[in-house]
């Protein structure tokens, strides 16, 4: 990375000009800023469905962005859907990681519910900015656009969670969550987690999770958008 050639030449620098003890002394101290700094913004993706298939999810930042307004509403009663799940299962494919979208493909928001990826275990150092991220993504719908600009995104109606990533969560990001879980449940936001592992299961149980607001009973990404489409009422496009 250009961050790391930079550092490596400003220490080379300080050694020849200062001394090796001098050069080696800020090289720790530098190292450990840019450590402190990367572990305390957690890993999160805002996900959007492709336009070439409904079971298919791909970070908003990493594919070429929609047209304006193109928001797209929950469409799993469509004919062609059900026919995918006939053949293939319930299981939608997150397929965020698996490669680069081609030219024609694109990944559209969907109307009124927030897909989040987490990618990384929650803790104490890095959950701290995860309620200002989310509020970024509700307003904004991209990490991308400039907090100064106008809020551009339709009011939410849900959140879904995909926690593939997130293997261990601890007592203080577990507060923090809850916390978040809490004001969309007094927003009357509905709340969902899917890809939910063993361990962080059991913690959510342990911490009430569910009288909190939060669903975590979804094996996918597929499956949880269906469940709000029946319970939100929301129409599906044909």
Not at 65 to 77: N, V
Not at 87 to 96: I, K, V
């Amino acid at each position: 990375a250009w961050s790391d050639l930079f550092l490596l030449l400003f220490i080379c620098f300080c050694s020849v000009a200062a001394s090796v003890e001098t050069g080696i002394l800020l090289a720790v101290i530098i190292s450990l800023v840019m450590v402190i700094k990367r572990s305390n913004m957690p890993r999160i993706k805002l996900l959007g469905r492709s336009t070439e298939n409904d079971n298919d999810f791909y970070p908003i930042d990493g594919a070429p962005p929609a047209a304006p307004g193109t928001l797209r509403r929950l469409s799993f009663g469509s004919s062609s859907s059900n026919d995918s799940q006939d053949e293939s299962g319930p299981q939608s494919r997150d397929n965020s990681s698996s490669g680069s979208l081609s030219a024609d493909t694109q990944a559209q928001h969907i109307d009124g519910v927030l897909v989040v990826r987490i990618e990384e275990p929650l803790y104490f150092a890095n959950a701290g900015q995860l309620h200002a991220r989310l509020n970024r993504m509700e307003m904004y719908g991209d990490m991308r656009t400039h907090p100064s600009e106008a809020p551009r995104m339709n009011p939410t109606r849900a959140v879904v969670f995909d926690l593939v990533g997130m293997s261990d969560i601890d007592g203080s990001a577990l507060e923090i969550l809850l916390g978040i879980v809490h004001e969309y449940s007094r927003r009357e936001v509905r709340v969902l987690f899917v890809r939910v592992c063993q361990g962080v299961r059991l913690r959510f149980e342990q911490a009430q999770m569910g009288s909190a607001g939060g669903e975590y009973d979804f094996s996918d990404i597929g499956s949880a958008l269906l469940h709000l489409e029946q319970q939100l009422c929301i129409p599906s496009s044909s």
